[in-house]
């Protein structure tokens, strides 16, 4: 396992304002965005490439190779990709359900990133997925289970829509972070040490605070 830090900054200080990454980092932030589409863009230094942060809700989905990421708690972030049309995208989700339309819920989520997919010429029938995510992150909160639950209903969602989960790297203790290229459809993973991750744990027990108790890993991804 590679253990080479990637950059999650913004720390582009050092890049040249004429380079072809700052221009298109440039260009994303002049383009108008949708609702619940992700808008922090920034230039990786790490991966010498144009890079936008997915944040909990939110979703992109594009046709070239810039980089995606997110850092996942228990929260999941489903990495689709049709192979034929060279397209991409990922979501960033809390809970399985919830009140209202919101990208925070896994079943509003993935259908946002589907639909957002479909628009740009890819095909339901042709997308296979990449999960990520779903981490017990807080010690004593296993009763409430929200990265179980949400693993669980990423992988059956996945089922019935008949998408192939090609790989995942879910559950356990660790929280992650989460690189995805989606016209290559590559996907890279590192897992993060449980120090440090402040506001990971309080985006888990918010998501916690909503949920309900509960009554009653295959494939390969890329290390960083």
Known sequence: ??????????????????????????????????????????????FKNAAV?????????????????????????????????QIGGMNHFMLP?????SGRYGSFAMELLINEMMKRGAAKSRMEAKIFGGGAVIAGMNTINVGERNTNFVIDYLKTERIPIVSKDVMDIYPRKVCFLPHSGKAMVKR???ANTDALVQQDRAAA?????????????DLF
Request: net charge negative.
């Open 53 to 85: 942060k997915i944040l909990p809700g939110e979703y992109f989905v594009d046709n070239e190779d810039i980089l995606v990421m997110t850092t996942l708690g228990s929260c999941i972030a489903a990495c689709l990709w049709d192979r034929h049309a």
């Open 209 to 221: 605070q909503k949920a309900q108790p509960v009554v009653a890993t295959g494939g390969s991804v």
């Open 1 to 46: 396992m590679s253990t080479s830090p990637a950059s999650t900054g913004a720390g582009s200080g050092s890049m040249l304002s004429s380079s072809p990454g700052a221009a298109r980092v440039s260009q994303l932030k002049s383009m108008p965005r949708k609702n619940g589409e992700a808008s922090f863009f920034f230039y990786d230094a790490h």
């Open 97 to 101: 359900e919830g009140s209202g339309d």
């Open 192 to 194: 993060l040490a449980p």
